[in-house]
């Protein structure tokens, strides 16, 4: 069987780029919370079904889409941290509380969502042009989705590293005491960044309903890959996500060649992120926080 090695990267690339979106706010988010949120996929699936309302049954656009998909998602996640999360942590919740509750709402937040549109798959509309490249074969919602994942990577760069609520995110998920003592104040930075966290999600549950298809799992069809850029990036660390979101994009598609190859159904893909997950929690807890000491 001939393998075409270069769409083999390209389509690393892209799977990487849409991980990496839905990465980034679950470290940070994670990193300060110190809990896993399971509901990230809900919100993930929160802001494709938004974009779909927005761009598709409004018909105000992608861009649009976008936009409010993001604030209102943000909102949503800001909320469900104020309301949740942050109560159950003031009285003594554990992290076992906490994942609970988080996998509890995610169930609300996925039916919710069922019954104001439809268990049916959706689709978007619009139409993406696509190129021959050499032996590259690349669609305009894939340059679009690259281009966003770079341009997100470097504005959190300059975010984290240049601002004062970037530099206070660092502070308190470094060492959140610390932090507290210098006069940062934890709770309103734990606020914006479940607010960012969120909005990015629906970042990601936009491109990947683009890409595919729209409906109340769509968050859960990607979230466990995301899960394990968090933690191979090691948790709270934002360069070290972004390094594991490519590896484990890298991981699967080539792991999809491999499937083919034994004649077995590309379904089993997203055992390759368990794989990974399990391996890193095993032989590396601390993922590759190591090599990215400054995040």
């Known amino acids: 069987?001939?393998?075409?090695?270069?769409?083999?990267?390209l389509n690393s690339v892209v799977t990487g780029s849409l991980?990496?979106?839905?990465?980034v706010g679950l470290t940070l988010t994670y990193g300060l919370s110190k809990f896993p949120n399971f509901a990230h996929a809900e919100l993930i699936t929160l802001g494709a079904f938004m974009g779909y309302l927005v761009g598709e049954q409004l018909g105000l656009g992608l861009p649009a889409a976008f936009i409010v998909a993001f604030l209102v998602t943000g909102v949503?996640?800001?909320?469900?941290?104020?309301?949740?999360?942050?109560s159950l942590a003031?009285?003594?919740?554990?992290?076992?509380?906490l994942m609970v509750a988080s996998i509890a709402l995610g169930f609300i937040l996925r039916h919710a969502i069922g019954v104001a549109w439809t268990w049916q798959p959706l689709y978007f509309t619009t139409t993406w042009s696509a190129y021959d490249v050499g032996p590259l074969r690349v669609t305009g919602l894939w340059l679009w989705l690259i281009f966003t994942a770079i341009?997100?990577?470097?504005?959190?760069?300059?975010?984290?590293?240049r601002t004062k609520i970037g530099k206070a995110i660092r502070a308190s998920a470094s060492n959140p005491e610390l932090a507290l003592?210098?006069?940062?104040?934890?709770?309103?930075?734990t606020l914006i960044t479940w607010f960012i966290g969120a909005g990015l999600a629906a970042i990601a549950g936009i491109f990947r309903g683009a890409d595919?298809?729209?409906?109340?799992?769509?968050g859960w069809d990607i979230v466990l890959p995301i899960f394990a850029a968090t933690i191979l990036?090691?948790?709270?660390?934002?360069?070290?996500?972004?390094?594991?979101?490519?590896?484990?994009?890298?991981?699967?598609?080539?792991g999809v060649v491999a499937l083919v190859g034994l004649g077995l159904s590309t379904s089993y893909r997203i055992g390759i992120a368990f794989v990974i997950l399990i391996i890193t929690l095993i032989v590396k807890p601390q993922g590759l926080a190591m090599l990215f000491r400054r995040a």
């Not at 991980?19 to 990465?23: E, M, P, S, T, V």
């Not at 949503?76 to 942050?86: A, D, S, W």
């Not at 660390?237 to 080539?254: R, V």
């Open 181 to 189: 003592a210098s006069g940062i104040n934890v709770d309103r930075v």
């Open 233 to 254: 990036g090691g948790i709270g660390n934002f360069y070290g996500a972004i390094a594991a979101a490519f590896i484990i994009g890298l991981a699967e598609n080539i």
């Open 1 to 9: 069987m001939a393998v075409n090695w270069a769409q083999v990267l």
């Open 151 to 161: 341009a997100l990577a470097v504005i959190m760069h300059l975010v984290l590293t």
């Open 212 to 218: 595919t298809q729209i409906w109340p799992m769509t």
């Open 19 to 23: 991980y990496l979106i839905g990465a």
């Open 76 to 86: 949503v996640g800001f909320l469900c941290y104020r309301g949740i999360f942050q």
């Open 90 to 97: 003031k009285r003594g919740g554990t992290i076992i509380h």
